[in-house]
Nanobody, 119 residues
Framework: QVQLVESGGGLVQAGGSLRLSCAASGRTSSSRTMGWFRQAPGKEREFVGA????????NYADSVKGRFTLSRDNAKSMVYLQMTSLKAEDTAVYYCAAHSLITGRYDYWGQGTQVTVSS
């Protein structure tokens, strides 16, 4: 089992920045990749980006490329999502997730943190 706790959400004006954090604990060795997802009211959950623990390789959704940056601190089992140039359409609940090496799916999820961007 992997436990995930997100933090850092809040209210920010359009054009502003926020940094989300995800603290991982438990059997983190069972996961090679950490992902961030978001879900806006009335919309499907969507992929935001992912980062590997090993070498920090990242990939991003087109909608956030150039604005969001993922990083990780292996010693602290922390993953960060730095969000800049925020837009109203970035408003959503953001979730951290751990990709399982066994199932090949994102099997472990945090409780989510609300990000609200006012225009």
């Amino acid at each position: 089992q992997v436990q995930l706790v997100e933090s850092g959400g809040g209210l920010v004006q359009a054009g502003g920045s926020l940094r989300l954090s995800c603290a991982a604990s438990g059997r983190t060795s069972s996961s090679r990749t950490m992902g961030w997802f978001r879900q806006a009211p009335g919309k499907e959950r969507e992929f935001v980006g992912a980062i590997t623990w090993s070498d920090g390789s990242t990939n991003y959704a087109d909608s956030v490329k150039g604005r969001f940056t993922l990083s990780r601190d292996n010693a602290k089992s922390m993953v960060y999502l730095q969000m800049t140039s925020l837009k109203a359409e970035d408003t959503a609940v953001y979730y951290c997730a751990a990709h399982s090496l066994i199932t090949g799916r994102y099997d472990y999820w945090g409780q989510g943190t609300q990000v609200t961007v006012s225009s």
